[in-house]
């Protein structure tokens, strides 16, 4: 599966963006699909997941209750609404999918085998 992620930007702490990551080449519904950030120096981290037909999401402690995932089959297409944004929220956020993961994996990077190429989110205080 390919992915794209878009709709990262520059935003004031306290505002709101919207990324989206479009899914093509195989099944979307098949795939477990999360969000990811990497902040200057530091690691991957986690963000949230969503499972392949779960309605609920799953997250990082430090975005809960400020960021929602979705997914929409119809569009091939994850989200990731985040409002409430902080500066320490500023990275670049990749979309990941995997087809075989298992709920107990679902927020480590190295469980997850196809990786979009990431768009940059900065927040400014």
């Known amino acids: 599966v390919q992915l794209q992620a878009f709709g990262g930007g520059l935003v004031q702490a306290g505002g709101s963006l919207r990324l989206s990551c479009a899914a093509s080449?195989?099944?979307?519904?098949?795939?477990?699909m999360a969000w990811f950030r990497q902040a200057i120096g530091r690691e991957r981290e986690f963000v949230a997941a969503?499972?392949?037909?779960?309605?609920?999401?799953y997250y990082a402690d430090s975005v809960k209750g400020r960021f929602t995932v979705s997914r929409d089959s119809a569009k091939n297409t994850v989200y990731l609404l985040m409002n409430s944004l902080k500066p320490e929220d500023t990275a670049v956020y990749y979309c990941?999918?995997?087809?075989?993961?298992?709920?107990?994996?679902?927020?480590?990077?190295?469980?997850?085998?196809?990786w979009g190429q990431g768009t940059q989110v900065t927040v400014s205080s």
């Open positions: 080449g195989r099944t979307f519904s098949d795939y477990t």
């Open positions: 990941a999918a995997d087809r075989h993961l298992i709920t107990s994996s679902r927020s480590l990077a190295s469980a997850y085998d196809y």
């Open positions: 969503i499972g392949r037909k779960a309605p609920n999401g």
